[in-house]
C-alpha cells in the first residue's frame, strides 16, 4: 500500500531525476502509466520515507521491484543488493544497447532480472524512442 508522500518531496524526487525512471530511464511522457516514488529500501524493512530513500519509477519498475531490496546473482550465486539510484552509478551497472539494458555486474544483473528490463515490448519501446531522441542511448 503506498505511503502518502509530502507533494514537496515528490517534486523534488521527480525533478531531481529529470522525469527519468531512475531504474529504466523512461521518461514520465512516454508511460502509459505515471511514474511515482518508489521507496528503494521498502518500508517494511526498515526504509524512510525522506529524499534519500525514494527514486523516481515508473509503473512498472516499482510494480516488478515490489519491497524486493536483493536477489540471487545466478553467476556468482551470491546474494546481491538490487541497484539503488541513491547509492549506485547507472552506467557501471548497464549498458543501453539496441533496446536492451545489458548487465554489467552482479547488481546490474539481479536488478534486470528483477525488475524485468528486457520484456521484448519495452526493447521495442526504447529502439523507437531512441530513434527519435526520446530515451537517453549513450
Ligand atoms: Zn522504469
Redesign the pocket.
Known sequence: MPEYIHRSLRELVRERANHL?E????HKDDAILGHQPDHIIALKHGGQTDQTNLAW??A???SFKGSDISSIDPVTENLTPLFSPRLDDWNEHFRYEAGSLIPLTPIGRVSERI?NFNRSDLVQLRLVLSRIGRYPNE
Do not use: F, I, K, V
Open positions: 525512471c531504474y529504466c530511464r523512461l519509477s515508473c512498472l519498475c516499482n525488475l
